[in-house]
């Protein structure tokens, strides 16, 4: 198994720009989240979804959209980035119940 | 709302010495509990978890962690520190009922460095 994968590594963007951060699971997993990590602040949580053509928004929201047409891909998008969303975003996923968390290598961001 | 924190912005400890990174919550109904571990560049990798049961609970790497209900702690422990130890921890906790059963709330880390 691959686990959890994120792509890209790195990107850069102007102010305005648009972009997709791509995530994927291959364990069959229900639910899926998003999390941006900036220094002193931990990790907060974006959107999350709960299975196929379910999602939610979590405590940060703001200038972010996510959808889930399959249970495997759960795909971030700034619609128009700003500087204050420079940040490590985290994907993750888990099954119901009491399972851990699996997360993913991360994205850093990078906004001008 | 459930809540994480973590007193300690870094934890100093020196090698072969027992460490310890604080961790209190606060939620509504009855926890979950996790630590994660996040090295340099890395992303989170699970250390244990506190479902129900026994409130001494063992994980990875030899770190074992304490559940007190009534002190609403669950604390990371381990009898003798590595200089691989050395690392960023963070706390999390999940309401096992209800609303925001979903979500799983972070606190904002400790940073531990292990000192040869």
């Known amino acids: 198994n691959a686990g959890v994968t994120q792509t890209p590594k790195f990107q850069v963007l102007k102010t305005g720009q648009s972009m997709t951060l791509q995530c994927a699971q291959d364990?069959?997993?229900?639910?899926m989240s998003w999390y941006r990590q900036d220094p002193g602040m931990g990790l907060r949580l974006i959107h999350y979804?709960?299975?196929?053509?379910?999602?939610d928004q979590g405590e940060v929201p703001n200038g972010y959209n996510v959808s889930r047409s399959t249970t495997e891909d759960f795909p971030l998008r700034l619609l128009s980035a700003a500087p204050s969303q420079t940040s490590v975003y985290f994907c993750?996923?888990?099954?119901?119940?009491?399972?851990?968390?699996?997360f993913g290598p991360g994205t850093r961001l990078t906004v001008l | 709302a459930q809540s994480v924190a973590q007193p300690e912005d870094q934890v100093n400890v020196a090698e072969g010495n027992p460490l310890t990174v604080k961790c209190t919550y606060s939620?509504?109904?009855?926890?979950?509990l996790f630590w994660y571990v996040q090295y340099p560049n890395r992303g989170l990798q699970f250390l244990l978890k506190?479902?129900?049961?026994?409130?001494l609970v063992k994980g990875s790497y030899g770190f074992e962690a304490e559940f007190n209900k009534s002190q609403t702690s669950f604390h990371l422990k381990k009898p003798s520190a590595l200089v691989s130890d050395s690392a960023l921890y963070f706390c999390a906790v999940r309401d096992n009922s209800g609303a925001g059963s979903y979500q799983l709330t972070f606190g904002k880390g400790t940073k531990l460095s292990v000192i040869p």
């Open positions: 939620v509504s109904g009855n926890p979950y």
């Open positions: 979804s709960v299975g196929a053509g379910i999602t």
């Open positions: 993750a996923s888990r099954l119901s119940g009491s399972g851990e968390q699996f």
């Open positions: 364990m069959n997993h229900e639910y």
């Open positions: 506190y479902i129900t049961g026994d409130n």
